[in-house]
């Protein structure tokens, strides 16, 4: 069983940076797809990026060219780099993970299996 545990939020001013991290314990499969998501209030959980066990990565339009989602494998920990932070990246961030025998490009919210607690991420105009 996949165990997560997001860190590295907080609150920032618009334009600043921050690095989350996410510390995956347990079985990872050889092919799988590690996503960050976010969810602000009253809105539906979105995926930010994707990456696979073979590096590719797929980003929302919203964040492409801000946010960078990375894996380190020796440490067990997935990242997001996000940069040039706007009011509207506020929200709460989860870590996630599923075994995958496609392209993780095609996988949603409701295709992850496996999840973190999530943590705080406020940036303020």
């Known amino acids: 069983q996949v165990r997560l545990v997001e860190s590295g939020g907080g609150s920032v001013q618009a334009g600043e940076s921050l690095r989350l991290s996410c510390r995956v314990s347990?079985?990872?499969?050889?092919?799988?797809?590690m996503a960050w998501f976010r969810q602000a209030p009253g809105k539906v959980r979105e995926r930010v990026a994707v990456?696979?066990?073979?590096?590719?990565?797929f980003s929302a339009d919203s964040v492409e060219g801000r946010f960078f989602i990375s894996r380190d494998s020796s440490k067990n920990t997935l990242d997001l780099e996000m940069n040039g932070l706007k009011p509207e990246d506020t929200a709460k961030y989860y870590c996630?993970?599923?075994?995958?025998?496609?392209?993780?490009?095609?996988?949603?919210?409701?295709?992850?299996?496996?999840w973190g607690q999530g943590t705080q991420v406020t940036v303020s105009a």
């Open positions: 996630a993970t599923r075994p995958r025998s496609t392209s993780c490009r095609v996988f949603g919210t409701p295709d992850f299996t496996a």
């Open positions: 347990g079985f990872t499969p050889r092919l799988y797809c």
């Open positions: 990456i696979a066990d073979d590096g590719e990565t």
